[in-house]
């Protein structure tokens, strides 16, 4: 089996797991690593570029918050590698095993004692362009910073859902329903589902609340023309993407790929849930 250590290198607690994982995997499974992971001459890892590591690897240990996680969900989804998750965050929703607990997890793993929740990701393009970006949590559209305010209209195969005006808007999966779309007040979903939740961030308005769609149509996003020179960013799992203007259409739809999240122990979606928040 050939696995991936991935880590936020830009923490010393989580280079020092990754070392300690690929200590565990050895002899046992062949290692790789980023080459920006560091060097560990007493260990037999093979160091490639990032972008290369995907299409090698069978399975991913990623180390780190659930921040690291959706860094590297959509690589993952796209080249078919599941991932586990080795929580050194303060959450851990997607990164469920504890450092203490790594090494009876990369047991289960090695000896095929485990199962896969398959999640659904966003597809995200702007003015029909051919470059996508694909989202495990949320595509969040948010006012810049010289804006007091922005609108939106949402859509929904083509049928007006609601006119937002306030801060912004975000589009969430079931994933994303536990993330910054519930701290703007929307639902909780299972996310063994597929759905959006949009979710007004800072409605200028008290009748707006949390609308859940089909995830079987498309959503259709616009900027409104209530204010003049309406801007705002585009954002997809937390990394900026692009500014977009009253011309641009953006278009949401499920993405044809799947994220394989590994879970090694028996907890629960909902008891996680009760736990974590």
Not at 6 to 24: I, S, Y
Request: glycine share 8%; hydrophobic share 40%; aromatic share 6%.
């Amino acid at each position: 089996m050939k696995i991936a250590v991935v880590t936020n290198e830009t923490k010393d607690a989580g280079r020092a797991t990754a070392l300690r994982a690929a200590a565990l995997l050895q002899g046992r499974a062949e290692v790789y690593m980023s080459d920006d992971s560091g060097v560990a001459d007493n260990l037999d890892i093979t160091y490639v570029p990032y972008e290369k590591l995907w299409e090698t690897v069978d399975v991913a240990i990623v180390i780190g918050g659930d921040g690291t996680l959706l860094r590297v969900a959509s690589k993952c989804a796209e080249n078919r590698v599941p991932a586990l998750g080795i929580n050194l965050g303060k959450v851990g929703f997607l990164t469920e095993v504890e450092p203490d607990d790594m090494a009876a997890a990369i047991d289960k793993l090695l000896s095929g004692d485990y199962v896969t929740d398959n999640r659904m990701l966003l597809k995200i393009s702007v003015n029909d362009e051919p470059a996508a970006y694909h989202a495990l949590n949320d595509l969040v559209i948010s006012k810049t910073a010289d804006m007091r305010l922005i609108s939106i209209d949402l859509y929904t195969d083509g049928e007006l859902v609601n006119h937002y005006v306030g801060d912004g808007l975000i589009i969430a999966t079931p994933t994303g329903s536990t993330g910054y779309s519930i701290s703007a007040g929307g639902p909780v979903a299972d996310p063994s589902m597929s759905l959006y939740i949009a979710t007004p961030i800072c409605a200028h308005m008290l009748s707006v609340r949390s609308a859940v769609l089909s995830a079987e149509n498309s959503l259709t996003l616009r900027l409104g023309k209530d204010y003049k020179d309406n801007c705002a960013m585009i954002t997809a799992d937390g990394e900026r993407k692009r500014f977009i203007n009253s011309a641009d259409k953006v278009t949401v739809t499920r993405s044809d790929y799947r994220f394989e999240l590994i879970r090694v122990g028996k907890r629960s979606f909902y008891n996680t849930f009760i736990n974590k928040l």
